[in-house]
């Protein structure tokens, strides 16, 4: 289905042998390595990452958490090659994030890593820096030799996992990852801000790479490494900070080149302004906005946008309404404001209300994605979405409209996860049978 072109040893990529349907999975992998994000060891097992709200820790190093005696013991295995020195490490007060322990487990089975190529050199001196301290305080811990060989393979090894490593989500993505780690082949998939794959995890912590759209023979299979909603200085920002390269694809090419169009005119109230000539559309006439206004209205929209997933329902609804003034409703900032908005009502339990917001944002999210993105799966975004609306309307009484959203909520989700593995998907399967039994006990 695919193969790995190496350029040079210094770039590496996936490219279609053959035609591939969107839909189709491309790969499944299980990761070399992997592990619970540090300020996410309370919330879920570090062995089989699921959610929990009553995990154990390991009660001789105080660090890992795990759901049942049974991962525990899963994880023991490598674990208790660590357990002792992490023991030590916390009574010096030193934090053992997920990069330190994942590198305890890379130096621990000696694997170098061959198939990861690494941005080593592009790294900054301070984080040069922190990768040494890391590496002296693992050896360390362990009581062994501080010598060049091992110094150099510890910080290879970092520097590859700080380049390779994969962001694994809760099937929601109701949180910015739960986890991380190193898959081969998937590392070798490039960035693109409009991708043609997205990597899902359907039994944690295998990853699925499934095609978003049809994908042609001798095509790049690209992924993207961040949210494609953010706008483009704060994706390429954010590329150039963690990955170290410039973002050129074609949607950023184009962006930069002729602007984007979600200001509002502040004259008019209902042309686009451009972000590179700052002309209204409607009004037709040059400087309509000055470069310190139109900056002044995105640097307002960030704060909004902050502001809103930790104001009052009042609040919220008044700064939604303020940014509507300020951009057309295809602004990046819209899918955070308006989330919060819908979140905020169901707080205050106006489920009407937020039935109303989640229709208009699950259409505006849709229109985004394939006019912006250019995908034509719809997403697991898209069902998750559809399933909080048959949630919402089967507690509003409204059966019927709740059957359409499941069914339509299913008929997306299973093209990504299993019910088996998928406890959340296993919910809406028996929730549509208790809708289809209201609908049979109202309507026959």
Known sequence: MYQVENLNNQYRRLVAKRKIKQGEIIIEKEPL???????QRKNFCNYCLKASSSLSR?????VLHY?????QVQDWKQHKLECK??????AKNFNITIDFHIL????????????????????????????????????KSLEEEVIPEKMEFLISAQAKFATNALTIQDSLFETDGIGAGLYEEVNYMNHSCTPNVICVFNKLPQVRVIAIRDIEQGEEIMNSYIDTKKDLDFRRRFLKQNYFFLCECKR?????????????????MKGRINSKTLNCSDCNTQGQMTEQEYQRIITQMEEIQKQTSQSTYEKTIELTETAEKLCHLEAPYFNDIYNSRILATLGVQQYKKANKYLKNFI????????????????MPFFGWKLNELSKLNFHLDKCLEAEKYSERALKILTQYYTKESCPELNELFLRLNDIKSEIKMKYN
């Open 363 to 378: 259409e505006l999210s849709k229109h985004w994605y394939e006019e912006i993105i250019g995908n034509t799966l719809e």
């Open 33 to 39: 390595f992997y592990s619970v994000l540090s300020n």
């Open 85 to 90: 020195a992490y023991k030590a490490i916390k």
């Open 58 to 62: 390991c009660t001789a190093c105080n």
């Open 252 to 268: 950023c090419i184009k962006e930069q080149n002729e602007g984007v169009s979600f200001v509002r005119c502040q004259k008019c």
């Open 104 to 139: 305890m487990r890379i130096y621990k089975t000696q694997n170098s890593l061959t198939n990861f190529l690494s941005n080593g050199d592009d790294f900054p001196i301070e984080k040069q820096q922190f990768f040494t301290e890391q590496a002296l305080m693992l050896l």
């Open 67 to 71: 759901c049942d005696k049974n991962c």
